[in-house]
């Protein structure tokens, strides 16, 4: 396996680690929950099936996660008036105050591990993540047991 392979593996396995890894302390939320307040930022008001989307996770685990960020103050829902069987979410001040706070902290991260880099570097790496995602796209359209 080329060392892009693996270097590619090993941080695939550290956002499954992030990912998976839940907070247990009050007033904390989970890497998946700040995923779901993001979409919310960068979409605005959204039925929670397309924040699912966004966030990629399940419907149901994202109706599961938005009743914590719900009680929690994070999202407010309400009925959409052109269809009220849609439930829309939206972040309230205090989420529109996480995900800034959060973004602040993770900009300043990516920027000081990706300062050594050029912009024509970073455009190159971009092009091949892009190509690496399509292998796993590819990957997972075959046949199982190929």
Known sequence: MSSFALTFKAAMGA???LRGRESHRPGELSYAQCGLLSGLAQRGECSASELAGLADVAPATATQMLDHL?????VERVRSERD????????????????????TRYEALWARELADFSLEDL????????RAGA????????PDGV
């Open 123 to 130: 455009h190159v790496a971009t092009a091949v993540l892009e």
């Open 15 to 17: 956002v499954r680690r």
């Open 84 to 103: 009220r069987r849609i439930v829309l979410v939206s972040l309230t001040a205090r989420g529109s105050e996480l995900v800034g706070a959060r973004r």
């Open 135 to 142: 292998v796993f796209v590819e990957i997972a359209a075959e």
């Open 70 to 74: 719900a009680a929690g103050g994070f």
